[in-house]
T-cell receptor
Framework: AQSVTQLDSQVPVFEEAPVELRCNYS??????LFWYVQYPNQGLQLLLK??????LVKGINGFEAEFNKSQTSFHLRKPSVHISDTAEYFC????????????FGTGTRLKVLA | KAGVTQTPRYLIKTRGQQVTLSCSPI?????VSWYQQTPGQGLQFLFE???????NKGNFPGRFSGRQFSNSRSEMNVSTLELGDSALYLC????????????FGQGTRLTVV
């Protein structure tokens, strides 16, 4: 069984400040890891994904994440946030066996303050 | 390339009724998954279909069912609606070419009154 924990339900940050959204996972098998963003009344948009290879993954809109196998973490970072980054962010895992069942964390609401 | 299309976007139904939601995946994608999103439970996996076969099922009662057609379009049905079924229902499609990214539709907002 797999699970995902997003430790922070809400993160307020001032515009142009750095931000880190935390994600820890648990799994007995190899996993793929994802970060998705959701704007109000919208679906989910993929920010970045880790499948294999380099543990530092760069995504869209200046976001990046680092896969840490020993700490079972996949934290999302951005060096300088913008007002438009205000949204809900979801970390997700899936198995690598080819069936596309995602387990999502409970989400972190990022609020960027002017 | 058109994205994942879900219809309708909004629905209001009465307790006890049944509802059918539709999802058209990205052209060429053969896997379609459904998720329920609520403020209390977050995003929960309902089921996944591939080539008209259900491959995975989440922990939902039998009132929730789905199917996939030969053109990969999918429908989910909820019978005997309960107030707790009010949620955003999201559909995601995935290519089978090794890129496991799921592309999500905008969702159907179901309100049960």
């Amino acid at each position: 069984a797999q699970s995902v924990t997003q430790l922070d339900s809400q993160v307020p940050v001032f515009e142009e400040a750095p931000v880190e959204l935390r994600c820890n996972y648990s799994s007995s098998v190899s996993v793929y890891l994802f970060w998705y963003v959701q704007y109000p009344n919208q679906g989910l948009q993929l920010l970045l994904k880790y499948l294999s290879g380099s543990t530092l993954v760069k995504g869209i809109n200046g976001f990046e994440a680092e896969f840490n196998k020993s700490q079972t973490s996949f934290h999302l970072r951005k060096p300088s946030v913008h007002i438009s980054d205000t949204a809900e962010y979801f970390c997700a895992v899936s198995g690598t066996s080819g069936t596309y069942k995602y387990i999502f964390g409970t989400g972190t609401r990022l609020k960027v303050l002017a | 390339k058109a994205g994942v299309t879900q219809t309708p976007r909004y629905l209001i139904k009465t307790r006890g009724q049944q509802v059918t939601l539709s999802c058209s995946p990205i052209s060429g994608h053969r896997s379609v998954s459904w998720y329920q999103q609520t403020p209390g439970q977050g995003l929960q996996f309902l089921f996944e279909y591939f080539s008209e076969t259900q491959r995975n099922k989440g922990n939902f009662p039998g009132r929730f069912s789905g199917r996939q057609f030969s053109n990969s379009r999918s429908e989910m049905n909820v019978s005997t609606l309960e107030l707790g079924d009010s949620a955003l229902y999201l559909c995601a499609s995935t290519s089978q070419t090794g890129n496991t990214e799921a592309f999500f539709g905008q969702g159907t907002r179901l309100t049960v009154v």
